[in-house]
């Protein structure tokens, strides 16, 4: 809590400084974290207060850790305080820091550097989405830290929860050379407009927005919002006007959707009301109960853009009329920027000395020529999104002399500094580079985004960041972010298949699995292809199989000297990809799926950046070693092979025919899957999908075996769902979908199946005793 | 003034080359396993990619302990979190004691060879509001940090300086004895 013992306090000291809105929001907030620990607040109620303020647990905060060999509890001085569900009040949790378009100012940095010093670990993190998050906090200084950020005009509310959360910009906006206008101002309306706004407060799941300032490049990647809106101009009366296309239902995620164009041609006037709009209809129809259907995308597919838009549209004529939805517009050209009339350095010669080399590599990759003729954008590579609190400090002040003094998150967790005069350009490579921040390569091959993963996200199945880490490192050893023909290929890895790294739009995606060998886990990474980041990342790459983590750094030097030696006259590599086809590619890279044996190599048994053994006791409940069957992973294995051969029956051309059939093999696949299941019950069990599908309702779903711990049932609905639609017109989209589905429901048949192994489930009769045992734990 | 949020550092050794740090994972893992040391262990951080950062990092409850390269000086930095009982300097003295036993530890594992200069530290407030980096905040905790070096260095003369630095970065004074002092002897 606040230092009162000590007299002052930030609340009496900021307490003009902060709005007073956010005051009492804070003031409020501690109320309720004193009332939690008082136990007067239900722990469920006070989680989703907390994580409405961005306030999120992390890692191993229900008070368990497997230290490699067991799960160890972790002795906190007070283990029945909690602040959630199974989280200990006294664990670490993570802050996520909203930044509408990813701006900042340089006293905001100041802050930003004080509080990561003060709270957290000197360490300030940029995420995939322009937001901020600092790791490792303990609860009694959330309401300072938030007090603090307010006092320089920033607010943590709906940063997490069911909400609209950031609303992201091209980083570039304003200064880019292809963009039709500039959206900072928009987007900061739009993010100041619904915060907090009374008809956002009721959706099943989040919201999120981008704003983009042209069609053709990806910095806005509105095609994976649930709302993204492409600036875009019109004559409307006879009159040329600015305004927005828009997008709704895009998303990534474990199910990956490109959004639907919902408008052609949105005026300015129009942006809040119409947005409302469907906000409105999305928290009035939008599923509330089964969380994992509960994003818009899910609603628009149900409905279908048209009734969709009819909906909106009669909702939209019912909205009493609001000032704030435009009062702002006659102010918008008070977003530019003025940038300093002269170069600092005029008139001086700048000597880079040996630096003269480095310095032409920097330039030549990290710095953007602005529209503005004179002026450059420059990019800051940082490390997995990371630069330290003392590097946050001293960059403010490069910001407050190089720039009109304020710099950019962008979504490839960099920071963009803009309105740099050409001119200036040496004097500032030497002033990053006494800070450690002149890296070249931005935007590199070698300038991997991870989410947080299993560092720290409760979810994390794989050490994303420790992979990120290690391919840096060995890419970087090959100078391949010098190489211009990589220029275009981007990695991603995320954690596990909720996508937070965005791999789905990367050149080359990963994303954590596990799986079992011998008695042992091995921690994998699915390789995922064909994603494109240009066009407003227009297409989403597919899975082509599981690869140990020990050895994915060896299958991208594979990937990408294939791509050097066979690739034809300027070809990209998505395009090179789609032309040796995944198929060929998927047997190429199959030698590098092989695992040694435990007592061979233990490597492959731990994960980046971890020396403990690896398991997923900290996902999931505890394990325990068991013996091995293998009919249920024949099943599996097959199943995984007809989901392949679905996934290419959509790329063939001409696609007639093939979509409807390739929904039919992703059911296949999970009726295959879940065959090999039945198996452990039912040695004999019928090929007969009706079967299988009852069969599997009554043995796998009823008795929750199949539940994944967070998931619970969704993946088993995928089946069900699959199967009763299984006679319904296929369009193209439903069939896409039906095969991500299919991928997720073979993963969890993996997981399943583990699971039993573990819990000695391998026999019809084990099967019976473990229901026996359950009914009596039941009773 | 009793700020609750502090940090001290002591610096390697100059002749101290860890060629790879991951090293420091491994070791710091196997302590959390084995509960090596007093505290709530929690975690390991890995910043060994940021320069100029904190390294690889050994979270507990109440302390984070790091590998740290801040300011490019290599060294172990360790931070509190939870207020201690006592006065200031009782609570300055504890963490010093818990930094010392983590240093000590680190220098007798054969996995990695680490060597602490025990005859200087940093003392960094961690609290701008009860601890600002100013003079008078300074003069404040200049006493009671001479009364601590008196008993860890007796019979030296030391010297309390305040470390001249960025007015918005954090008060740091330096603590130095005019002789050098292995860790171990410090511990003892
Ligand atoms: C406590 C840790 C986290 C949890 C439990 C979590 C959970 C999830 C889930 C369940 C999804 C899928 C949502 C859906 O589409 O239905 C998702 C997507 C996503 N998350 Fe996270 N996440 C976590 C941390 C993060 C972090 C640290 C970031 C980085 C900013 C992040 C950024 C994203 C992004 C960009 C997506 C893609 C969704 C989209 O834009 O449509 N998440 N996350
Ligand atoms: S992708 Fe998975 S592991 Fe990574 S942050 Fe998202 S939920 Fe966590």
Redesign the pocket.
Known sequence: MTTEQQGVTWKQVLADKMPAHLAEEIDTFENQMALRMQDKLDEKVFAELRLRRGA??QRYDNGYRHDGERSQAIPFPQPELTKGPDTKWQAPG?QRIKLPYGGMTAEQMDVLADIAEEYSDCIIHI???Q?I?LHFLRMEDIPDMHRRLASVGITTREACGNSVRNVTACPLAGVCRDEVFDVTGYANETAQYFLGHKDVQDFG?KF?IAFSGCQQHPCGLTS??DLGLIAKKAVVDGEEKEGFEMYVG?????VPFLAKLFDEFVLPEELLPLSQAIARVYARLGEKKNRNKA?IKFLVSKLGIDEFRRLVKEERKTIENDPEWTNWLNNIRSYEEKPAPEPLTKGESIDLGDAANDFQRWKESNVYYQRQAGFVSVTLALPLGDLTAQQMRDLSNIVRKFTPGAARTTVEQNILLRWIHEADLPALYLALKAISLHEAGAESIIDITA??GTDT???GISSSRGLAAELRQRLAEKEWQYDVSLRDIRIKASGCF???S?HTVAEIGFYGASRLVGQRRVPHFQLVLGGEWGNNAAQYGQGLGVIPSKRVPDVVEFLIDMYLSERQDGEKFSAFVHRIGKKTIRERVKPFAAIPDYETNKEFYRDWADSREYTIGDIGIGECAGEVVTLTDFGVAKAESIYFDATLLLEEQPMNGNVKAAADKALEAMLKAAHGLLKVCDIDISEDPAVIVQSFRTNFYDTRLFFDPFAKGKFASYLFKGYEQRDEVITLDRAREIIEESRLFIEAAHECNARMLQSGITSPAGFKKWLVDREMQTV | MNPERFCVKFFATPDTQVENEAIFIDIFQDWIKHRKLDGVLLDVADYSHVPSGPGVMLVAYETNYAMDHGDGQFGLYAQRKVAAEGSQQERILSLLKSTIAFGKLLESDSRVDVKLEGHKFLYISNDRLNAPNTDEAFAAVKGDLEAIATQLYPHQTVTVTRLENDPRARLTAVVEAQTPVSLEALAA
């Open positions: 999120y647990g993570m995420t995939t989405r937001d998050q799941r999120k994976m919002h895009g998303g990534l995620g474990a994003r989410c947080p996200c409760k979810l909720n996508s937070c965005q």
